[in-house]
Nanobody, 115 residues
Framework: QVQLVESGGGLVQPGGSLRLSCAAS????????MAWYRRAPGKGRDLVAS????????TYADSVKGRFTISRDNGRNTVYLQMNSLKPEDTAVYFC????????WGQGTQVTVSS
């Protein structure tokens, strides 16, 4: 069964860091371009970062460039999003999925940046 499970979110102060994980099952995530998305309160789901297959080239939304890093651990079939220098405007539910040929969305993980 194809499944994506996001974790690692939480409440963090501005300037803090979090690392999100996306555990895939039912398919080999290393064979796909994978992406992280986020949905802020009252807004649609926006693309945050992606990592290609093959090649592991990364791209980022302008709003997170220089602060977020997407990576993958093929042995764990997991994709990560390292988030540094977090800002209140990063508050959102974060999701991962295949960048193309998306599968069923997971529950996401809530990130709240607030003092």
């Amino acid at each position: 069964q194809v499944q994506l499970v996001e974790s690692g979110g939480g409440l963090v102060q501005p300037g803090g860091s979090l690392r999100l994980s996306c555990a895939a099952s039912g398919f080999t995530s290393s064979s796909y371009t994978m992406a992280w998305y986020r949905r802020a309160p009252g807004k649609g789901r926006d693309l945050v970062a992606s990592i290609t297959s093959p090649g592991d080239s990364t791209t980022y939304a302008d709003s997170v460039k220089g602060r977020f890093t997407i990576s993958r651990d093929n042995g764990r079939n997991t994709v990560y999003l390292q988030m540094n220098s977090l800002k209140p405007e990063d508050t959102a539910v974060y999701f991962c999925n295949r960048r193309f040929s998306a599968v069923n969305w997971g529950q996401g993980t809530q990130v709240t940046v607030s003092s």
